[in-house]
């Protein structure tokens, strides 16, 4: 019962320490991506919205809802270690309670072949709760550059919506 109390009290303790530095769905942000940096499940879920219908999309995975499968997959995800990753092609839309955050992760992982990268195309939705700005949504699709203006765009593609 004493390891219960100790994980929830440095649960709360980082709650709180992301409300007090999370000024912003930005400050958030920065402290999500940190703690992917860092492999600090902690902290990482300090970032997210103390909410049942909270939702994760992982690139190619399901879809899990709540804060009990998202700490599942981001701990299973860390288990191989922090991840090696920048930021590119921020798009924000924001208002004075929500803010959604689209942009490219170029994702660098170590292989038998020596390191290679992904892209992984990301929406972030970020509400102004009673304990601060917190996520809500984090939906990763495998990503491909967009063609670059000496190459011509596929002819044919399926859209699915």
């Not at 860092?38 to 049942?52: G, K, R």
């Not at 270690?81 to 920048?86: D, E, F, H, K, Q």
Request: proline share 3%; with cysteine; hydrophobic share 40%.
């Amino acid at each position: 019962m004493g390891a219960k109390t100790s994980e929830n009290s440095s649960m709360t303790k980082a709650k709180l320490r992301a409300a007090t530095v999370g000024g912003s769905a930005d400050d958030i942000e920065t402290a999500f991506y940190e703690a992917l940096h860092h492999a600090d499940i902690t902290a990482l879920m300090a970032c997210w919205a103390d909410e049942d219908d909270i939702v994760c999309i992982h690139p190619g995975g399901i879809r899990l809802i709540g804060s009990s499968a998202i700490r599942q997959s981001f701990e299973t995800l860390f288990a191989n270690g922090p991840l090696n990753l920048s930021l590119e092609s921020v798009h924000k839309v924001e208002s004075l309670t929500s803010a959604m955050h689209n942009l490219i992760e170029r994702v660098f992982v170590m292989t038998n072949e020596g390191q290679r990268e992904a892209l992984v195309h990301v929406t972030n939705v970020y509400q102004r709760t009673a304990q601060g700005w917190r996520m809500v949504a984090h939906h990763a699709s495998p990503g491909i550059l967009a063609p670059s203006s000496a190459q011509a765009a596929p002819a044919t593609g399926q859209v699915l919506h």
